[in-house]
């Protein structure tokens, strides 16, 4: 299954998953201290993206409107801060341990690492940056000019 079909499969099955581990805690905790939690952890992100700053949030904005994730972004750490925040401020238990996991530095750096070793596969992919695979239906070979040498006016 490719990684777009595991990703939508996640998606959709997130909510399940987050219910089963409210239902959980409630049980283990009370429904209070269940709901105290969720909004404290909401709270707690709110106040990391507040301080990561109002340049990092744009740049998160930016990067997922694009739907493109540049080095720039991944260089820095405001990057993973903001998307650990975002995380923590969506109820439930599993986002906000999720959101916990990015706000560390150690699993920060591994997970920039990661991306940083996929952005360059990528780039790698094709060989050559800029160059674009086409299957044989889609192209065609043009034969090649050879340009001459022509001498130029001053003497060359």
């Keep these: 299954m490719s990684l777009v079909k595991w990703a939508i499969f996640g998606l959709l099955l997130l909510p399940f998953v987050e219910i089963a581990l409210f239902v959980v805690v409630v049980m283990k905790l009370g ?3 269940a709901l105290a939690l ?3 952890t909401s709270l707690a992100g709110m106040t990391v993206i507040r301080h990561a700053g109002k340049t990092e ?3 998160v904005r930016s990067a997922f ?3 493109t ?3 720039k ?3 820095g750490r405001g990057f993973l801060t903001v998307l650990g925040g975002f995380l923590l401020v969506l109820p439930g238990f ?3 341990l999720l959101g916990l996991l990015l706000l ?3 699993t920060q750096q591994l997970i920039a690492a990661a991306l940083r070793r996929a952005a360059a596969r990528m780039d790698g992919a094709s060989g050559r940056p800029g160059v674009v695979d086409l299957p044989p239906g889609e192209w065609r070979r043009v034969p090649e000019e050879r340009l001459t040498h022509k001498p130029s006016p001053g003497g060359d």
């Design 104 to 106: 560390l530095p150690l």
């Design 65 to 67: 409107g694009e739907r």
């Design 31 to 33: 429904v209070l201290a």
């Design 94 to 96: 599993l986002t906000d």
């Design 73 to 75: 972004e991944l260089d």
């Design 57 to 59: 949030v744009a740049r």
């Design 38 to 40: 969720t909004i404290a």
């Design 69 to 71: 994730v540049t080095r």
